[in-house]
């Protein structure tokens, strides 16, 4: 049975329960572990002393090495690769093909610290992704390290990115992205890089049948510090992986079920062994940041003496309540003016509607939102749209 029948008709089944949410704390996953991967072998410990793990699953000489939530607060790789563990434990012969010819050695939380704290940044303040050079942190110590001593043949990058980003100069937005990082300034096209390439092509012609037109290349400027950049000077082939916004999807779950399958696609790309030739990389559209989460047009801003017509754009700022354990989402005022350049994944024409400011008199870039606009109403960041 081909993957994308499989999987479509598996999914619901093999996905694993009670990770629906984008916080995911290191207590949660180690709960997790704990009971379903006993087997787990512990790499060693964060800055806080977390241990930081490591799951194999196939006996296949091909290994692969993928790592997930280096950024603490972005775990839709995490959720994702739970599922595609689930998913090749199937008695099918697709999965039985893949066990025999990979090993996959997955890391699903290299930064478990920032992950408990829902933060990009390690405990000690430093970007995992921009400290390659200086190995400043335990954590990516620990990942070069491993990379150095088993070698794997190719390596996933998981990241997430912002909903601000949408596909080339489409409405559509960037469902999920890829790269093959560059591994110079020139950004030459290198056996590792075009055999990154070859793998983002199958997939993304894959993917194209599921969410037609939500699929970018993410930008291939050289990072002289950055992980996979440095990587790929190594000559590993690696691969990033970011996972970006589906509509009405702020917890990524829709995207976890695309980014499991995108890593699904990889994998069975890998194991053709048909890695020489980059294909339609090129033409994958990139990258852009022309969305905004709500955008208001056409509103009223009246003073004393005058008035403006002009659009409100705002951004949802991610942040952790501690009580609740749950992620809110706090409108904040990010652009005032002309937006007709932009998109918005709330977009709403308020037709010389009269702005009505709360704690303000008129909108302010970087505030909270706390106005009305018609039936539109924000309170100290709360939408009640």
């Keep these: 049975m081909e993957l994308l029948d499989l999987f479509n008709k598996k999914y619901g089944d093999i996905r694993v329960e009670g990770l629906d949410s984008k916080y995911l704390p290191f207590l949660k996953l180690k709960s997790y ?4 991967f006993p087997d787990k072998v512990s790499l060693g410990k964060s800055f806080l002393g977390n241990e930081i793990y490591e799951l194999k699953i196939g006996s296949g000489k091909t290994k692969i090495l993928a790592w997930s939530q280096m950024h603490g607060n972005e775990s839709t790789g995490t959720r994702a690769i739970l599922d595609v563990f689930e998913f090749l434990k199937l008695n099918e012969n697709w999965s039985k093909f893949i066990l025999e010819s990979i090993s996959f050695h997955f890391i699903p939380m290299l930064n478990p610290d920032g992950s408990t704290l829902f933060t990009r940044r390690n405990a000690a303040g430093i970007d995992l992704n921009r400290d390659f050079l200086q190995e400043a942190s335990p954590e990516i110590r620990l990942l070069k390290s491993y990379v150095q ?15 601000i980003f949408n596909v080339g100069n489409t409405a559509k937005p960037a ?11 020139n950004r030459l096209e290198t056996e590792s890089r075009i055999q990154s390439m070859a793998v983002i092509d199958y997939m993304v012609k894959g993917l194209e049948k599921i969410i037609p037109g939500c699929l970018a290349r993410f930008s291939d400027e050289f990072y002289p510090t950055s992980t996979g950049d440095n990587f790929m000077k190594m000559g590993f082939p690696c691969i990033l992986f970011e996972a970006g916004h589906y509509p009405h999807d702020y917890q990524r779950d829709h995207v976890r079920k695309y980014n499991a399958l995108s890593i699904l696609l990889a994998l069975e790309k890998i194991c053709s062994h048909d890695l020489s030739d980059k294909g339609n990389y090129d033409q994958i559209p990139q990258n852009n940041k022309k969305f905004l989460d709500i955008i208001l047009r056409n509103v009223l801003v009246r003073s004393n003496d005058s008035e403006s017509l002009l659009d409100i754009g705002i951004y949802l700022d991610e942040r952790l309540d ?18 007709s350049n932009y998109f918005g994944h709330i977009d709403i024409d308020k037709k010389g509607k009269i702005y009505v400011g709360k704690s303000s008199m008129f909108p302010i870039i970087g505030d909270l939102a706390d106005f009305s606009v018609g039936t539109i109403h924000f309170e100290t960041g709360k939408f009640n749209g």
């Design 33 to 36: 572990l704990d009971e379903y």
């Design 149 to 163: 001593k088993h070698q794997p043949y190719f390596l996933f990058n998981l990241h997430d990115q912002r909903t």
């Design 175 to 185: 469902t999920l992205s890829f790269l093959a990082p560059s591994a110079d300034d």
């Design 322 to 339: 501690l009580d609740s354990q749950e992620i809110l989402f706090c409108s904040r005022i990010e652009e005032i003016g002309d937006l």
